[in-house]
């Protein structure tokens, strides 16, 4: 079976009613709720393996509470809510792409994830808010009293991106209602850890603490929840076990999300990932080369050595604008792939001669296996005379070199090994993970994701996971449309350079927010060349296996062609971006 792929296990009581079952679905067309047509393909397993999920606990500081309202209240509050009224309305805004939304006493800005403390919103809180409010206080389920609310409507399909509320906009406490339906909304903590808990119709989500500040919280756009079959609509975490899930039909929910301005910096007890506190946090830049160097080695070189069987089990599909350059090229054409992991592109064009390099022995062993050429060396040193190939390609490497120097460094070795008139492919991970208002197979693929819940140690500090972080700093600026280097190097797109493995680590399947990351590698134990990899449970696994971090530094727009234009006796032909990464095509004159 492909690695990385959702699959359907059912478990019949007779060989008979099985054999019947196949021949009835293998093969039959069907319709899903979104109207695609789905094949059906079965198979016969003589077992499925899956390994059991651990009791799991809600996230530090979070609490549910049901049936916080009465039917009547909610109804009054969802009436109290007028969707069709004058857009000059100081509370309207248009609807967003998956929902709508309202805001009250302040209204909350999507472009910059804040508030503008000194331009409240005419008429505070809806009235039929203060009642409801009060009470809370008086019961002790909310220790502020809110002066801003955001009320969304989400017809079924549609969720939230995964996301933190802004630690300087609003203060610890943050609540929601939900009206009309119930949900489930996935928290995902750093460490890539994923617990999803349902939020019955009426009940009033609490976030405080570790849960408001450090843990993601989002839902899945989607028209089915699964949930517990035992448990009915209550709520709590949705768990793994296979005989307790069932499907429940979404139905329009109505959420009201108090919050309390914060009109003092955030002084929480997460300076590294707090943006309040990070401002206060000098830039830390290398001291040699010697010091990205050794970055690269721990976060780049041994990791890939370590994770090579399981990588190489989830790159198997050649992108088809790589597919392209390299069935241009002509017969009996040189050409190197100066990175080339498992050789996935090695053995594209049977007419080509490829060969390929890594600085990864084991990803080159799992080459040699394919019976592909391919060697070990640094890409900033490849051992190819000057001159000898008509092309090269570098997919997916130049990102993982810690400073801007090292990145040209790998260009002008590209450029080295190039004939004149040859062409060299480059792809690097793009910062903008949506451009043009389409987001990146990364980001989309986040639904998948969201069911291989994968988990850490439960004995992991947070403290543990943050030890190495440090926050960006400076302020984003955009970037020229012909821009220099050096423009990126001192000012563009909060670039810098790195150091002591300071950075923040990356939530996967989401946007990036700083240049230079660490990107966590969730490994799944491979018991040995040719065994399958097992894999998880419905939720996930209690021992899913270490965690690595590589090191990436993402381009932003035009960064990459200006590392390009700082080459001599090169040409650009093309700049293009494709399922979130940023490529040139360049040519040695």
């Known amino acids: 079976m492909p690695p990385n792929k959702p699959y359907s296990f059912v478990r019949y009581k007779t060989v008979e009613e099985s054999k019947k079952a ?28 899956w390994k059991e999920l651990g009791l799991q606990a809600l996230p530090p500081g979070l609490m549910v509470i049901e049936e916080i309202i009465s039917s009547e209240d909610e109804k009054m509050l969802l009436e109290s809510v007028n969707w069709t009224e004058d857009t ?53 389920f909310i220790k502020h009293k809110p002066d801003q609310l955001t009320v969304n409507q989400y017809e079924p399909g549609h969720g939230i991106p995964a996301h933190v509320d802004t630690h300087s906009a609003f203060e610890d406490e943050i609540v929601s209602l939900s009206l009309g339906a119930e949900i489930v909304m996935d928290f995902k903590h750093p460490g890539g850890v994923t617990v999803p ?48 899930l069932t499907l429940s039909k979404r139905g329009i929910r109505t959420s009201f999300t108090f919050r309390k301005v914060r009109q003092t910096p955030c002084n929480c007890s997460y300076p590294l990932v707090c943006d309040s506190q990070m401002k206060e946090t000098p830039t830390s830049f290398p001291e040699s080369d010697k010091e990205a160097s050794q970055l690269e080695q721990e976060y780049v070189h041994q990791v890939y050595e370590e994770i090579a069987r399981h990588f190489s089990s989830t790159r198997h599909t050649p992108w088809p604008h790589i597919v392209e350059f390299l069935k241009a090229l002509p017969s009996g054409s040189l050409v190197a792939d100066i990175g080339c992991g498992n050789g996935k592109y090695l053995g594209i064009n049977k007419e080509l ?31 190819i005379r000057s001159g000898s190939c008509d092309a090269c390609i570098s997919i997916a490497v130049i990102h993982h070199f810690a400073t801007a120097e090292r990145r040209v460094a790998a260009l002008q070795e590209l450029v080295r090994l190039l ?57 984003q600026d955009s970037a020229p449309s012909v821009p220099s280097i050096n423009d990126f190097q001192d000012r563009g797109c909060n670039s810098r350079e790195v150091t002591n493995s300071k950075l923040p680590i990356h939530t996967n399947r989401t946007s990036f927010h700083s240049q230079d990351v660490l990107v966590p590698w969730h490994l799944k134990e491979n018991p040995g060349k040719g065994k399958p990899i097992e894999p998880f449970g419905p939720l996930g696994s209690h021992d899913p296996g270490p965690v690595f971090h590589r090191y990436y ?35 040695k004159v």
């Not at 991970?429 to 850490?456: C, D, F, H, T, V």
């Not at 200006?562 to 293009?576: D, E, K, M, P, V």
């Open 353 to 383: 001669y490829m060969i390929g390099c890594d600085h990864s022995q084991n990803l080159v062993d799992i080459c040699r296996e394919k019976h592909y050429q391919a060697f070990v060396c640094d890409a900033l040193a490849v051992p």
């Open 197 to 244: 808990i349902m939020l019955p119709c009426r009940s009033l989500l609490v976030m405080t603490g570790e849960s408001r500040y450090l843990w993601t919280h989002g839902i899945t756009p989607r028209k089915f929840d699964t949930v517990q079959a035992s448990r009915g609509h209550k709520s709590g975490i949705i768990t793994g076990d296979v005989e307790d």
């Open 419 to 475: 004939r004149p008139g040859g062409k060299a492919l480059i792809y690097v991970w793009a910062m903008e993970q949506e451009y043009n208002k389409k987001k990146s197979k990364y980001l989309r693929e986040n639904r998948i994701s969201q069911g291989k819940k994968e988990e850490i140690s439960s004995d992991t500090s947070v403290q543990e996971l943050l030890v190495k972080q440090m926050p960006d700093v400076g302020n």
């Open 88 to 140: 000059d309305n100081h509370n309207f805004q248009k609807s967003l792409k998956h929902r709508r939304v309202k805001h009250f006493g302040y209204e909350f800005r999507y472009e910059n994830n804040h508030v503008d403390k000194d331009k409240p919103l005419p008429g505070g809180l809806p009235d039929i808010c203060d009642s409801i409010l009060e009470k809370w206080l008086k019961e002790g």
């Open 553 to 587: 530094h993402v381009f932003c727009e035009g960064e990459m062609v200006a590392a390009c234009q700082t080459l001599s006796n090169i040409s650009i032909l093309q700049s293009y971006y494709d399922q979130g990464n940023w490529c040139v095509i360049l040519q």
């Open 22 to 49: 196949y021949d009835t679905l293998n093969g039959k067309e069907i319709v899903d709720d979104l109207g695609q047509k789905i094949i059906l393909y079965l198979n016969f397993v003589e077992k499925a393996q």
